[in-house]
C-alpha cells in the first residue's frame, strides 16, 4: 500500500480498444468458414472450444492454425483457401484493434509523468502482427502477449514478465483491465493495485472468462487512469476511487 507507482500495466482488447461484441466475432469467423469450405456451427463450436490452445500458440501459426480447425470440422482445404483464409483474419484483427479515441493521449501523458507502461493480451498471432503499427505501440517498455509466452490470464508467468519487461516489482504497478481472463483478481494475487476499465461499451461485449463479482476500484473512462496517480511520478496507489 505504501510503494510507490512505476508503471501501469494495461489489457488490450476492451481496455485500449472498445469493447466487440460476439455478433461482431462471429461475422469474421463465419466468413473464414466459408472460404475454407466448412460448416458456420461446426467451425464456430471448434473456435470457442480451441481458445486455450489458440491463445497460448499451441496450434502453431495462423496458417497451422486454421489447418486444424478445419479438420477438427473434417475438412481439408487446399493452400489457396488457407492463404485467403489467413487474410481475413488479419484483416478482422485490425477491425478489432481499433483503438479508442483517447487511447494514445493517455498513455502519452503517462509516459510524460514518467512512468513505464506495459500491455499484456491474451491473445492469438495476428494481433502481435499489427502490434508496432498501432500509434500506442511506441509508448510501451513490455508487451506479454499469451501466444507467444504460452501462458494466458491469470497465470502467475504472464505478470512475473511484464514486471521483469518493466523493470519493476508487482507492488510498484498498476494494472488496468476489462476483467476478462480473470486479469483483476490475477492481478491482485500478485501483488499488483487493479483497477477495471467499467466503460458502457464494455457491457455487451464478448469476453472470455470474465472476472465475476469485481469489486476493488474501477472507472468508466481510459482518461480518469491518469488522475488516480496523482500530479507526480511518486505516487502512492492508496487514493484510487471507485466510480459506483
Not at 7 to 23: E, H, I, N, S, Y
Not at 222 to 243: Q, T
Amino acid at each position: 500500500m505504501g510503494s510507490n507507482v512505476q508503471a501501469v500495466v494495461f489489457d488490450f482488447f476492451g481496455t485500449l480498444t472498445p469493447g466487440v461484441t460476439a455478433t461482431s466475432q462471429e461475422t469474421a469467423h463465419r466468413r473464414v468458414a466459408a472460404c475454407l469450405g466448412l460448416a458456420e456451427a461446426a467451425y464456430l463450436r471448434a473456435v470457442a472450444a480451441s481458445w486455450p490452445q489458440r491463445c497460448t500458440g499451441a496450434l502453431g501459426d495462423i496458417a497451422e492454425t486454421l489447418r486444424w480447425l478445419a479438420r477438427e470440422c473434417g475438412g481439408h482445404p487446399d493452400e489457396d483457401a488457407v492463404s485467403t483464409a489467413c487474410q481475413i483474419r488479419r484483416d478482422a484483427m485490425r477491425d478489432q484493434a481499433r483503438l479508442r479515441p483517447e487511447a494514445a493521449d493517455v498513455c502519452g501523458e503517462l509516459v510524460r509523468r514518467g512512468l513505464r507502461l506495459g500491455l499484456m493480451s491474451d491473445c492469438t498471432h495476428e494481433l502481435p502482427e499489427i502490434w508496432p503499427s498501432l500509434p500506442v505501440a511506441p509508448y510501451f517498455d513490455a508487451v506479454v502477449f499469451s501466444v507467444e509466452a504460452g501462458v494466458r490470464k491469470p497465470d502467475p508467468a504472464m505478470y512475473t514478465l511484464a514486471c521483469e519487461g518493466l523493470g519493476v516489482e508487482p507492488a510498484e504497478c498498476l494494472y488496468v483491465g476489462d476483467g476478462g481472463g480473470n486479469e483483476l483478481t490475477g492481478a491482485t494475487a500478485m501483488g499488483m493495485r487493479a483497477v477495471q476499465l467499467a466503460a458502457p461499451d464494455n457491457a455487451g461485449a464478448f469476453v472470455h472468462d470474465r472476472e465475476q463479482g469485481w469489486r476493488g476500484a474501477a472507472v468508466t473512462g481510459l482518461r480518469a487512469v491518469p488522475s488516480l496517480l496523482g500530479p507526480r511520478r511518486s505516487v502512492g496507489v492508496e487514493p484510487i476511487e471507485v466510480d459506483e
